[in-house]
Structure formats: structure tokens, C-alpha cells
């Protein structure tokens, strides 16, 4: 009796999840040469592969995932997987298939306003438009990494305009070569004939290669720089709770008593960072009664930073915070969960290209933090004696 795809797909789950990347190869092979694999227990491998650094696996299996006609959503992931991979060009290709699979049109609620004006997309392959308006999408972090590619369009001469919520507007003016900026809701004064989303833009502006990527950094640096410290104690900023919203936030979120070995470092300034879920931790976290706690609900993007500013180290689980400080240029531990590991951070830490002063570090088991909290507490206390040297020295 031949076997169900839904009991094959389990299978393959679970050995996704439990037997490691070579017998899970060995098994998705077995399946595909008995059976027609379905488009989404194909995609799901590939981007297991894509995970464990198997270029030629994943495009084997995103083979059988992108039929003719596939949809955008199959399309997309495959573009997630082979940006995982490096493979730069033909990823932010596949990534325009994103504005289709998460319904990212945002020029159609403004099209009234502009009394019918045409505004066409601005496509990979036509020529840079003389002006543009730019939509960021998605979250925040998003937002703040992106950023960095608005600079590239006015440095070309470009009329950007950057339409957002009002919260990103001293974000996006603290950028060298600044665009317009116009908050959603209010009436548009460019004249603009393109639109475009702001994760676009690499493959607009056809950033093909890492080193394309890469920018010192350049988020409020009018802000207090590093070497303008202040005497006293080390101090880090700490962020352990993401958006709820988050699809995967219950396993990129940390609980605040997990950083306990950090909080209870002696010669440290903790500081949190955190707004809105997650800072009533603080009170039912014995470590924590002497964190300062400068921000409260009511914070701005801009309060933030300049808490930031202030601080030697940022300690952050994978939320926007940590793109702010990596932005700013602020040395940051960042924390990663040991599975759903977005596309953008390597698997099993180290450096990232993204942000020349993070280190990412990364859980050894799903829930236990103690890898990489020990991993930014041993940060902590190199920089801690470095400081103390450079005190002594003085």
C-alpha cells in the first residue's frame, strides 16, 4: 500500500528535527525516488539544507518545489534559502516574489490621494528613476537594517521620499544623505513617478556580491561616539523580549532571569532596554533590582538610541534593538535561539557582515540561553578588563 504524503512529510520532520542533516538527506532522496514529492515537503527541506550550508541540496529540492506556475509564496522562500546561502542575485530576485506572497502593496491606499496619478513599481532591471517613493515593510529591525541603502539612492541624485509611520522619521533623517521622509496619512508632496519597498533595493541597485552589503555604520551618529566615555563601570544594555506578534517570538525571546550569571557580574551597569512585553520581568527577577531602567512605554526610537549611545556593550535577543545598536556601530551580543534562525545570521555565530561590531551567539539546545548568555558574559568581561587596563593606565 503505497504511503500517504502527509505520513511521509512527517517522516522527513522528524528527522529533520531530531536525526541531523545527513540522514535527513538521506531519507528526502529515498522519497523522492520512490514518490512525487509535494511542492511544500520539497520547499521545507530545501530550506533545511540552505540551514546546514547545502547549496546543492537546497537547489535540488527548491528543483522540485518551484513547478511552472509556482506560487509567490514557494518562490519567496526559495529566494530566503539561497540568501541564506550567499547567492545574492538570484535571492533578491526570488525576493520580489514577497511583495505578492505577503500582500506588500502599499501605493494602492495612497492612489486616491493623488487624484488618480499614475505611480508605477520601479523593477529590478529598469533604469534609476530621478524620483522615488520607498515603502519600508515588515518590522522594525527591518527597517533599521535596510536604512543603510537609502544613502546609495541619494548619493546617485535621486529624490527619495521615505513613506512610514511617524516613529521612523528621526531614524531615517539620521542617515548621511538623508531622503525626504512623509508620514503615512498625510498628503504627499513628491511628485514622484516610481514606487518601490525599501528591502528592495539591493536588487535594484544590483548588490550582488557580500561586500556589497556591508557599511560602517550609520544610524544617529551625531549621537555621544564610544570614545567619548564617561568614568565608571562597564555598561550594557540588555533586550530579552521581541515582538509577541513575532511568529516565532516564543523561541527568539528569552526570559529576563536567564541572563542571571550577567546580572549578577560584579563591576557591570546593566541597563534595560526593553519596552512595552517583557519589562515586568524586571520586578519578579531578583538580579535585576539594580538594572537602571532610563525608558519606559512611552519611549521613542530616538530615546532608545541615545541610551544606546551611552552604553559599552549591547546585549540583545534577535529584535529590533539589536539592529539599532548594530546600526549605530555599537559593539552588540546578539542572541539566537537554536532553531527558526533567521536568514540573515550564520548558523552558529560569529561575526555577521551586516554589522561590523555584533557578535552572535547561539543556543547549543532549543530553550536553554546558557550558551549564549555565558557567550556575551565572557564578552563582557574581556571588555570589562580591558577597561580596567586602560583606567589603570591613565
Not at 522619521?169 to 539620521?174: C, D, F, K, N, V
Not at 551567539?361 to 580596567?388: I, T, Y
Request: charge should be neutral.
Amino acid at each position: 500500500m503505497p504511503i500517504a504524503p502527509r505520513t511521509l512529510g512527517e517522516a522527513l520532520a522528524r528527522s529533520m528535527r531530531e536525526a541531523g542533516f545527513e540522514a535527513s538527506a538521506r531519507l528526502f532522496d529515498d522519497i523522492t525516488s520512490r514518490h512525487r514529492v509535494p511542492p511544500k515537503m520539497a520547499s521545507a527541506f530545501g530550506a533545511y539544507a540552505a540551514y546546514w550550508g547545502q547549496a546543492d541540496a537546497a537547489e535540488r529540492a527548491y528543483a522540485l518545489a518551484v513547478e511552472p506556475g509556482a506560487s509567490p509564496e514557494m518562490l519567496m522562500n526559495r529566494g530566503l534559502a539561497r540568501l541564506r546561502l550567499g547567492d545574492w542575485r538570484d535571492g533578491w530576485g526570488d525576493m520580489e516574489h514577497r511583495l505578492e506572497a505577503l500582500r506588500l502593496t502599499p501605493f494602492a491606499e495612497l492612489r486616491g490621494k493623488e487624484s488618480g496619478r499614475s505611480v508605477e513599481r520601479w523593477r529590478r532591471g529598469e533604469p534609476v528613476p530621478q524620483e522615488l517613493l520607498v515603502f519600508p515593510e515588515q518590522g522594525l529591525g527591518d527597517t533599521l537594517q535596510f536604512a543603510r541603502f537609502l544613502p546609495d539612492l541619494v548619493g546617485r541624485g535621486v529624490a527619495v521620499t521615505v513613506v512610514g509611520r511617524p516613529y521612523l522619521e528621526p531614524a531615517i533623517a539620521s542617515l548621511s544623505d538623508a531622503p525626504d521622509f512623509s508620514p503615512l496619512g498625510r498628503p504627499l508632496t513628491s511628485r514622484a513617478g516610481r514606487w518601490c519597498c525599501l528591502m528592495s533595493l539591493p536588487a535594484l541597485l544590483g548588490l550582488d556580491h557580500e561586500a556589497d552589503l556591508v557599511r560602517p555604520p550609520y544610524l544617529f551618529q551625531d549621537f555621544a561616539p564610544a570614545g567619548d566615555r564617561r568614568p565608571g563601570p562597564l555598561r550594557v544594555g540588555l533586550s530579552w523580549q521581541g515582538n509577541p506578534d513575532h511568529p516565532h517570538d516564543a523561541r527568539r525571546s528569552a526570559p529576563l532571569a536567564a541572563f542571571a550569571p550577567l546580572l549578577s557580574m560584579p563591576d557591570l551597569q546593566v541597563v534595560s532596554l526593553q519596552i512595552g512585553p517583557g519589562a515586568a520581568q524586571i520586578a519578579a527577577t531578583p538580579q535585576a533590582a539594580r538594572m537602571l531602567t532610563p525608558l519606559d512605554d512611552s519611549a521613542s526610537l530616538t530615546d532608545t538610541a541615545r541610551v544606546i549611545a551611552d552604553l559599552d556593550l549591547v546585549v540583545s535577543v534577535d529584535t529590533a534593538v539589536a539592529h539599532l545598536a548594530g546600526g549605530m556601530g555599537r559593539r552588540t551580543a546578539l542572541l539566537l535561539a537554536a532553531a527558526s534562525v533567521d536568514w540573515r545570521w550564520r548558523r552558529g555565530g560569529g561575526a555577521t557582515l551586516w554589522y561590523g561590531q555584533t557578535e552572535v551567539f547561539q543556543q547549543a539546545a532549543l530553550g536553554d540561553w546558557s550558551v549564549p548568555v555565558a557567550g556575551a558574559l565572557n564578552l563582557a568581561r574581556a571588555m570589562n578588563e580591558r577597561l580596567k587596563q586602560r583606567v589603570a593606565g591613565r
